[in-house]
């Protein structure tokens, strides 16, 4: 397994990570048994990051994750690198109702995200969205506190922008931000990706399939589960899904003059964009991870990501990326 290190003061993991979030929630109904046999293949493949949020699937995910680690061979339960997303408040209902980065909730969300994983670390430690009525300074405050007692080894950030990013830096020392970043999301080009750079603060990249809609398996007449939010996602709507999936079709000639999948294609493009890039994949399915594992062994020459520009250049998505009042939420997006 190829690795890079996130950041200049973050820990060295596999170049591909594993985001587990849809064996649990948001993406229609799911299977226990093959989300543990995901995690055990990517674990034997050396994946080693697995990335996950206390509210994914209200602490479903996490205990997920603690199974699959002990029913693994003691050699890769060891190498396993956890990443946690804290903060969302949920209903019984499953809703979504803010998010809390107050420091005392934050040690609180900590303590029980400990005792469902079943470790005595959480490796990377970040609030899921910055709560606007807590200066970031108070919650990266909270998590350094439980670095400092042992609780945490990494402080990340997930979707802010580089105000905010700069303000946390100034706090305590960053690994990496978690943003979303796909060939059709590239908002962080402009001035988060380079502020980072400059902070010497990592990037994981989540979405670089976005959602599913550039994998190459998405059809415009697919029906989605009524619990899959992507029946609410804007770029997955009418018009905009269709103009999508033609970008999709761009982008598989250039796939298949290369004798790889649209999938790995894009995954690749991400792998290109720097050495401080860790892309998440989603795959909740063996036959997925093996895809996506794939793509570290697909070169992209000048050529080729020319010809990936041409197919689908930047801002050319059509929708947003999350409906309306989620998208009030993210502070990259300020």
Known sequence: MQTRTLGTTGPQTSALGLGCMGMSALYGDTDRSESIATLHAALDAGVTLLDTGDFYGMGHNELLINEALRTAPAAAREKAQISVKFGALRT?????????????????????????????????????????????????????????????????????????????????????????????????????????????????????????????????????AANDFRGMSPRFQGENLDRNLDLVDALRKIAEQKGVSVAQTAIAWVLSRGEDIVPLVGARRRDRLTEALGALDVPLDSDDLSAIERAVPPGAAAGDRYPTDQMAHLDSER
Request: hydrophobic share 40%.
């Open 92 to 224: 019984v209902e499953g809703g979504f109702t803010g998010y809390d980065g107050r420091p005392n909730a934050v040690k609180n969300f900590a303590a029980y995200s400990l005792q469902r994983l079943g470790t005595d670390h959480i490796d990377i430690y970040r609030i899921a969205r910055v709560d606007p009525d807590v200066p970031i300074e108070e919650t990266v405050g909270a998590i350094a506190e439980l670095v400092e007692a042992g609780h945490v080894r990494h402080i990340g950030l997930s979707e802010v922008g580089a105000e905010t990013l700069r303000r946390a830096a100034a706090v305590a020392p960053i690994s990496d931000l978690q943003i979303e970043y796909s060939l059709i999301s590239r908002g962080i080009e402009e001035a988060i990706l380079p502020t980072a750079r400059e902070l010497g603060i990592g990037v994981t990249a989540y979405g670089v399939l976005s959602r599913g809609l550039i994998s190459g398996h998405f059809s415009r007449d697919r029906k989605l």
